[in-house]
């Protein structure tokens, strides 16, 4: 039996049928060029051949001394035909279909009594391609490492009979770090560091916190975002290209994820207009970001933050809306790069506490939001991926609305593209796809200003 680590057990325990707590994925592919019509079939009796599980594909809570959620257990006996699905669209197999079987799915809660995923192939698309819904409990795994594992799923060669199965994956080799330095002698520096550099964190988190106002929790204004929401689940997704934003990158003199905020902003935006409910002051978003320069190849040290972002949703202007997040970003940054790595650690856990209110049941109801939505951009594959001489052509993640937070925006980058997935709450947000419409629209306001 193996103890559940804190933040890990805050999910399961935060978990109810109004607030499922798994991260999903929906992923589209192109069969190869003469695959039959029993392929799907014949693919997913491969996958079943795999008796072999890592220990993250055996996890399910277990209760200890009558406590539940605070200890994993091994599952001795994977029920693979329960856990691997395959179902079929009926006609005429649309996308909207499709987004709406995915959307039934991503409200279901996992089963408890059983390891925490689930795969759903996905056949009878109109254009002849497949789908791939998965999911995973957030205690297990979160976006990074969720596209770390369909990354060493599939392979670069299309020609590749071998299929990989992602519960039984070869370990990777640990790296080295050549200094010989113990585990327990970084933990004891990292101690040593945090025990004598208050003054320091004091100083850096006045100029970083005051002088350069960086955005703080608590200071959004409430939206019609940012309310009690239920378990049912709406998810909407499409695919940009990436030379579109990186046009308006270049242009601006700002970043791909400064594009890919002012995007979100401008289509939250036109979505409130809609419905005159647009607050005077600003959204806020939570943003997950690295602060790795393109050429580090560390691994040690704390180099990801969490960054409040002021997304100017009050100024009509893209162009300026844009330089107020681009601003913004940059000065989180800045405040960031300036820190230890234990410093990060303080500065980025008060900027992640509120979350873990969120998790708290009827939190949502009380004062103002920490901060109106979350939108991550998790870096995805660059070359094009199989698996089983199928293409990907889309990988869309879904993620998690917090109660309080009805929406989320996550998006991956896949080669030249960016897919997008929204969820939502289907009480709150009945017309999710309209901020699809939206994103197009301020991304094609962005273009103009900019030429």
């Known amino acids: 039996m193996e103890f559940i680590a804190p933040l890990d057990a805050l999910f399961l325990l935060a978990e109810s049928r109004e607030h499922p707590m798994h991260v999903g994925s929906l992923q589209l592919f192109e069969p190869p060029e003469g695959a039959g019509p029993n392929y799907l079939r014949e693919f997913r009796e491969t996958l079943l051949a795999d008796k072999n599980?890592?220990?993250?594909?055996?996890?399910?809570?277990?209760?200890?001394?009558?406590?539940?959620?605070?200890?994993?257990?091994?599952?001795?006996?994977?029920?693979?035909?329960?856990?691997?699905?395959?179902?079929?669209?009926?006609?005429?197999?649309?996308?909207?279909?499709l987004l709406?079987?995915?959307?039934?799915?991503?409200?279901?809660?996992?089963?408890?009594?059983?390891?925490?995923?689930?795969l759903h192939f996905v056949e009878g698309l109109a254009d002849g391609r497949f789908a791939l819904y998965s999911k995973m409990h957030h205690a297990l795994i979160d976006g990074v490492s969720a596209q770390r594992l369909l990354r060493?799923?599939?392979?670069?060669?299309?020609?590749?009979?071998e299929v990989s199965t992602p519960w039984n994956l070869p370990r990777k080799p640990r790296p080295e770090t050549g200094s010989g330095r113990s585990r327990l002698g970084g933990l004891l520096e990292n101690l040593s560091s945090a025990g004598t550099s208050t003054t320091a964190l004091m100083k850096a988190?006045?100029?970083?916190?005051?002088?350069?106002?960086?955005?703080?929790?608590?200071?959004?204004?409430?939206?019609?975002?940012?309310?009690?929401?239920?378990?049912?689940?709406?998810?909407?997704?499409?695919?940009?290209?990436?030379?579109?934003?990186?046009?308006?990158?270049?242009?601006?003199?700002?970043?791909?994820?400064?594009?890919?905020?002012?995007?979100?902003?401008?289509a939250l935006r036109a979505y409130l207009l809609e419905r005159d409910a647009l607050p005077d002051k600003p959204m806020v978003a939570l943003v997950p970001m690295s602060l790795r320069e393109a050429d580090d190849t560390d691994t040690q040290g704390v180099k990801i933050a969490a960054l409040l972002c002021n997304l100017g949703t009050d100024i009509a202007d893209p162009l300026e809306r844009l330089r107020v997040v681009s601003e913004s970003t940059r000065t989180s940054k800045e405040v960031y790069r300036s820190l230890t790595a234990t410093q990060t650690l303080a500065v980025a856990g008060l900027m992640l506490s509120p979350l873990a209110a969120l998790l708290l049941p009827g939190f949502a109801s009380l004062g103002l939001p920490p901060f109106n939505i979350i939108i991550s951009n998790v870096p995805g594959p660059s070359e094009p991926l199989y698996w089983n001489g199928a293409r990907l052509d889309a990988g869309y993640p879904l993620s998690i609305p917090l109660d309080g937070q009805a929406v989320n925006i996550t998006l991956t980058s896949?080669?030249?593209?960016?897919?997008?997935?929204?969820?939502?709450?289907?009480?709150?947000?009945?017309?999710?796809?309209?901020?699809?419409?939206?994103?197009?629209?301020?991304?094609?306001a962005l273009e103009d200003a900019a030429d």
């Open 53 to 97: 599980f890592r220990p993250t594909f055996r996890k399910r809570p277990a209760t200890w001394l009558g406590a539940p959620q605070l200890a994993w257990t091994q599952d001795g006996e994977v029920d693979l035909d329960y856990h691997v699905r395959r179902s079929a669209l009926p006609a005429p197999g649309s996308m909207a279909q």
């Open 100 to 118: 709406d079987h995915a959307s039934t799915l991503h409200s279901a809660l996992l089963d408890r009594h059983r390891p925490l995923w689930e």
């Open 152 to 161: 060493r799923t599939l392979t670069t060669d299309p020609c590749s009979t």
């Open 205 to 266: 988190a006045r100029a970083g916190l005051v002088q350069q106002q960086l955005t703080l929790p608590f200071e959004a204004p409430r939206t019609l975002f940012n309310v009690p929401i239920g378990g049912a689940r709406k998810c909407a997704v499409r695919t940009w290209s990436m030379d579109r934003i990186k046009q308006v990158k270049k242009a601006t003199g700002t970043t791909v994820n400064d594009v890919v905020l002012a995007m979100s902003a401008g």
């Open 414 to 444: 896949h080669g030249d593209s960016l897919d997008f997935g929204l969820v939502g709450c289907r009480r709150t947000l009945p017309d999710l796809h309209r901020l699809l419409d939206h994103l197009e629209d301020a991304l094609a």
